[in-house]
């Protein structure tokens, strides 16, 4: 199991929390993709996802929250 430290996933974010966010909303994206069954060495969507954020290869962007109106 490859380990990330926080060090490493916030050179392309802003700050740790915000990195693992990014990687998630990712490994779901990559999720909706087919992928081959018969390899059994694939890594886990969340350590490719993690190592894409770490090599600075996703790119994205904070939208920031709509408040309701009313408030």
């Avoid at 909706?32 to 600075?56: H, I, M, Q, V």
Wanted: avoid cysteine; charged fraction near 35%; aromatic fraction near 8%.
């Amino acid at each position: 199991m490859q380990v990330f430290t926080p060090s490493e996933v916030t050179k392309h974010a802003t700050n740790k929390y915000l990195s693992v966010l990014v990687a998630a909303k990712y490994s779901r994206v990559l999720n909706e993709f087919p992928r081959d069954r018969s390899r059994s060495g694939e890594k886990k969507l969340t350590t490719r996802a993690l190592e894409d954020l770490s090599a600075g290869e996703i790119e994205y962007r904070v939208v920031p929250r709509r408040r309701p109106r009313g408030e």
